[in-house]
């Protein structure tokens, strides 16, 4: 291999890796809401305490799906920099 220069196969490998990282990191992120979602509608919450606990749901899965977009990222690239 050239240095600094990827191969084909390289290039797709790091795209597929990239889909998966953001498939995979929506899904957390959509259980997480979807669970803060179910609550404020179970329990009939409303005003300042259902938009606080969507706020919360939103902000916990976002966390949640970037920290997982980043481990599987960082998990690639630490498997490429060892030849796998």
């Not at 939103?58 to 690639?76: D, M, N």
């Amino acid at each position: 291999m050239d240095m600094g220069r990827e191969s084909r196969w390289e290039k797709d490998a790091m795209t597929v890796e990239i889909v998966f990282a953001l498939v995979t990191a929506v899904a957390p992120a959509a259980l997480i809401f979807a669970v803060a979602w179910t609550l404020v509608l179970a329990l009939d919450v409303s005003g300042a305490a259902r938009k606080g606990a969507l706020a919360a749901g939103a902000l916990l899965g976002g966390t949640a799906g970037v920290w997982r977009l980043v481990r599987v990222l960082l998990r690639f690239d630490e498997q490429r920099r060892m030849g796998r």
